[in-house]
């Protein structure tokens, strides 16, 4: 069985592949959506003590939340192979990440899966109160989406379990949560990132992919570019014979899903 952890608010396009794919989800939420998220099957736990916002300790906080939920529920002897992180911005291709995690054992194998958020490697700031450090540079998944062993998620378990364990990393390290969990992994475990080119998240280019090539992505997911007069450019992926408008599907998230799922009743 797989853990999928995340604090999305978008799974109702394809929440009913959840069961036949043997995931767990649990949706990290604030309070004002739970009652729609728990009507939809979902499992639902709230981040109470973190405050709203994309600072560094809001998020770290909310990540810290979701490595504790994870070892609890290894310890009610749930046997989860990986855990992975997915964003609220972001629609996973389920079918094509499991046939991505069947390439890896997660029982043996120490893997670190997700898309290079920067392309190149990053230089650890702090390098006091580490030691033992296998490394100086590391590279890191965008917090899009992320996926990690469980046997991986075993040895960071001094690191991330335990009431505010992750925030005080972040603050170690002087990092958001996706550089400081890619810090952890490379710099102070020792083990590799590995990139995969079929994760797309909002800081990759997005609007140019072949037709051909969009059944095989892993995720996508959309943004926009302010211009300096004032004005947006939307980024979101181009699909064919679109099924929705772009005012009635601005993220083409819909139009994504019915390309995947055509037989979906509501693909007209």
């Known amino acids: 069985m797989d853990y999928?952890?995340?604090?999305?608010?978008?799974f109702g396009t394809y929440g009913a592949y959840v069961q036949v794919l043997h995931f767990t989800f649990h949706v990290f939420s604030s309070l004002r959506n739970c009652v729609?998220?728990?009507?939809?099957?979902?499992?639902?736990?709230?981040?109470?003590?973190c405050s709203v916002g994309h600072c560094r300790e809001c998020l770290?906080?909310?990540?810290?939340?979701?490595?504790?939920?994870?070892?609890?529920?290894?310890?009610?002897?749930?046997?989860?192979?990986?855990?992975?992180?997915?964003?609220?911005?972001?629609?996973?291709?389920?079918?094509?990440?499991?046939?991505?995690?069947?390439?890896?054992?997660?029982?043996?194998?120490?893997?670190?899966?997700?898309?290079?958020?920067?392309?190149?490697t990053s230089k650890l700031q702090m390098r006091?109160?580490?030691?033992?450090?296998?490394?100086?540079?590391f590279a890191f998944g965008t917090g899009a989406l992320y996926c990690i062993s469980s046997c991986l998620m075993t040895e960071l378990e001094p690191y991330f379990r335990g009431s505010q364990r992750f925030v005080s990393m972040c603050k170690l390290l002087q990092y958001t949560d996706d550089m400081t969990v890619g810090a952890t992994i490379e710099s102070i475990l020792g083990y590799n990132f590995t990139d995969v080119d079929l994760i797309f998240s909002e800081l990759h280019?997005?609007?140019?992919?072949?037709?051909?090539?969009?059944?095989?992505?892993?995720?996508?997911?959309?943004?926009?570019?302010?211009?300096?007069?004032?004005?947006?450019?939307?980024?979101?992926?181009?699909?064919?014979?679109?099924?929705?408008?772009?005012?009635?599907?601005?993220?083409r998230f819909l139009s994504f899903h019915c390309l995947l799922y055509s037989s979906t009743s509501w693909c007209r």
Do not use: M
Request: hydrophobic share 30%.
């Open 4 to 10: 999928w952890t995340s604090t999305a608010e978008e």
């Open 128 to 137: 006091r109160n580490i030691p033992n450090l296998k490394s100086n540079e």
């Open 36 to 49: 729609i998220l728990l009507s939809s099957g979902f499992k639902v736990a709230t981040a109470d003590g």
């Open 60 to 120: 770290c906080c909310k990540s810290g939340v979701e490595y504790e939920q994870f070892y609890r529920e290894r310890d009610r002897r749930s046997h989860f192979k990986w855990f992975c992180h997915v964003d609220d911005d972001v629609y996973v291709n389920i079918h094509q990440l499991v046939i991505l995690l069947h390439k890896y054992d997660p029982l043996t194998e120490k893997v670190y899966l997700g898309r290079w958020s920067l392309a190149r």
């Open 205 to 251: 280019a997005i609007s140019h992919i072949p037709a051909s090539k969009l059944p095989s992505l892993i995720s996508i997911s959309y943004g926009k570019n302010t211009l300096p007069g004032g004005g947006e450019i939307k980024r979101h992926v181009s699909i064919p014979q679109p099924q929705f408008t772009l005012d009635e599907d601005p993220t």
